[in-house]
């Protein structure tokens, strides 16, 4: 677990491969393999493979997860909604982590952060029902106080703070949710919560990010896949973790 005011080692880079299965689903079929691009991120050093099964199965289908699990002794973090259907699945399939997401059917991603603090009731039995069976719960949330202070009532040992904010501000308003990310980074880790963070993440905003000193991973997924259609998945991946250990 991270102190606070401390690195870890490593700053760990999670690989989504969400949008694989979603260039499969587009045609039917079985290619591109989202078990392939697992097999690349282990290859080339990514340090865990982040999936999301959604209740529209859009992508990643239910088949997929322990495809993956199967092919790679990387953690795998299961993106999940906070439904009696995803916490039984996580339960069957039993992967390293659970992150609980909010989801929309609507939304063509997921878009903000969980309210962990406005749906604590409903959170807590989920929460303690995962980590009961041994899965590390993470809750994707907004970088706010009320939102670190939900996630240590419900205890959660990790937070994964959203970035697209970041990610979608220019010029001092980036710099204003850089600080907030940083800020609440600090706080979980000062709270005994490990800090993650993602989404929007790219080549050119990963770094001030990436040097948050209390961070521990960062889940990217949309950019790499993006890019892999250009460089190839191994060559995207080793140039995301090459700007990630520079800001280290």
Do not use: W
Request: with cysteine; net charge negative; aromatic share 2%.
């Amino acid at each position: 677990m991270t102190l606070a005011g401390t690195a870890p080692a490593r700053l760990r880079l999670g690989v989504n491969i969400d949008h694989v299965a979603t260039v499969r689903n587009a045609r039917g079929g079985d290619h591109p393999d989202p078990v392939r691009a697992a097999e690349i991120v282990a290859a080339v050093g990514g340090d865990g493979i982040t999936a999301h099964l959604r209740e529209d199965r859009r992508h990643i289908r239910d088949e997929d997860i322990a495809r993956i699990q199967a092919c790679t002794d990387l953690p795998l973090n299961f993106e999940m909604a906070a439904t009696e259907e995803m916490v039984a699945f996580a339960l069957r399939h039993r992967p390293h982590a659970a992150c609980i997401v909010p989801e929309r059917r609507e939304e063509r991603t997921t878009e903000g952060g969980l309210d962990a603090a406005g749906q604590h009731n409903r959170l807590a039995p989920i929460v303690a029902r995962l980590a009961d069976a041994g899965i590390r719960v993470s809750l994707f949330i907004a970088p706010e106080p009320r939102q670190i202070e939900a996630a240590m009532q419900l205890r959660a040992p990790v937070v994964e703070l959203h970035t697209g904010e970041y990610a979608h501000a220019e010029g001092e308003a980036r710099a204003h949710e850089l600080r907030r990310i940083a800020d609440m980074a600090a706080l979980a880790a000062r709270n005994g919560i490990e800090p993650h963070a993602g989404h929007g993440l790219t080549y050119d905003n990963v770094q001030p990010i990436a040097a948050i000193p209390q961070l521990a991973e960062l889940n990217i997924g949309h950019y790499l896949i993006g890019e892999a259609i250009f460089t190839g998945l191994g060559p995207a991946v080793l140039k995301m973790r090459e700007l990630m250990d520079a800001a280290r």
